[in-house]
């Protein structure tokens, strides 16, 4: 593998093999990859509002209740950064909520196969799947297509 840093310079590096002792995708759960924590945002938040949590926390999705008031009975809502460069286009993106532009969050639990995880991002056309916790089913993190990636790349186990 070479990396250009410059337009006169290239280097090599052998490529990095388990260096992480992740386990392979078939092995692994979604607790081996997800990222923990939760970012949430109130359903009033402004777009621009939640732009601003995205960019300034470099994350890729925000949660649209309270982590806190998210019952077993309540769907949980999320904006991704695609869903907010969509509105961003639109006439009327200054006068939209955070709850005009949530869609129903697709969960895992933290104990699913990363496999089924990563075939039902697939399915689905996402980028982000909630995280739940496997005994209480309170969000507990996020798993994008990178930290998929991750485990493909590095897994060994």
């Known amino acids: 593998m ?38 949430g945002v109130s359903p009033d938040t402004s777009l621009r509002d939640v732009a601003r949590i995205l960019a300034g926390k470099h994350i890729h999705c925000v949660l649209v209740n309270s982590v806190e008031k998210l019952g077993a009975r309540q769907a949980a809502r999320m904006i991704s950064a695609l869903d907010l460069l969509s509105a961003a286009v639109d006439e ?37 799947l909630l995280v739940i916790d496997a005994s209480d089913a309170h969000p507990v993190g996020v798993l994008s297509t990178l930290d998929v990636a991750g485990i493909v790349a590095w897994g060994e186990a």
């Open 2 to 39: 070479s990396v250009t840093t410059d337009s006169h310079a290239t280097h090599t590096r052998p490529p990095v093999v388990g260096s992480f002792r992740l386990p392979r995708l078939a092995h692994a759960r979604v607790a081996d990859a997800m990222r923990p924590g939760v970012i």
């Open 92 to 128: 009327a993106f200054e006068d939209r909520t955070a709850a005009d532009l949530a869609a129903k969050a697709l969960a895992v639990s933290t104990d699913a196969q990363l496999e089924d995880a990563a075939r039902l991002m697939a399915e689905n056309r996402v980028d982000h």
